[in-house]
């Protein structure tokens, strides 16, 4: 994965003109990691941080400006940036893909931590939209395919989640696709 980036086989929208980060000591020095996946996979690479903050003076995270509250709220010791230009400041980068080259182990499961679901004991208890449990959903869409599918599950997987009113779902993906947003609001009769 991480020679791709190299050989021009990884194509992210973004190539920071600083030094990539390939494990070197950190010390003193920043490091800005940016999402180049989708968020779904940013988010699962997140799992990396905590050795990557512990090893560095300062950690930059670059993401769109719609995952930035949650970064904030997960890592409140570190710079949080929607701006390429936030990258370049840093003395090191790293795509946030390059991190499982560096840190995953081949006997880990990405879907480890399993799947969520409605909990029956909180059944009877409805909650109004402003006191909703909010769920961020990534969703790999049209894009499935057979060699990738295992990491990935489908909408209609979620539907217990998405038909019920204690949750609020918010779509975690790059770029909303109107036409994917409606057939799954007219789907699952709810926004």
Do not use: M
């Not at 490091?31 to 968020?39: F, H, N, Y």
């Not at 081949?106 to 449990?133: C, F, M, S």
């Amino acid at each position: 994965f991480d020679a791709g980036f190299d050989c021009g086989f990884r194509h992210p929208v973004y190539r920071p003109s600083n030094k990539r980060w390939h494990g070197e000591p950190l010390g003193s020095s920043s490091i800005a990691i940016w999402a180049e996946d989708g968020l779904g996979d940013f988010i699962r690479h997140a799992h990396h941080l905590d050795r990557v903050i512990s090893g560095a003076d300062s950690v930059t995270l670059h993401a769109p400006p719609k995952i930035l509250p949650l970064l904030d709220a997960c890592f409140p010791t570190i710079q949080t940036t929607a701006e390429h230009a936030d990258i370049a400041k840093c003395d090191w980068h790293i795509p946030s893909g390059s991190l499982d080259g560096l840190f995953w182990h081949p006997t880990e499961n990405p879907q480890g931590a399993g799947y969520l679901r409605p909990h029956p004991a909180d059944a009877a208890v409805p909650k109004t939209p402003a006191h909703a449990i909010n769920v961020g959903v990534c969703s790999r869409s049209t894009k499935l395919s057979t060699d990738r599918n295992i990491n990935y599950t489908t909408l209609e997987t979620l539907a217990p989640v998405f038909q019920d009113s204690r949750y609020q779902c918010h779509s975690l993906q790059y770029r909303d696709d109107p036409d994917e947003l409606a057939a799954a609001n007219q789907r699952f009769a709810y926004p």
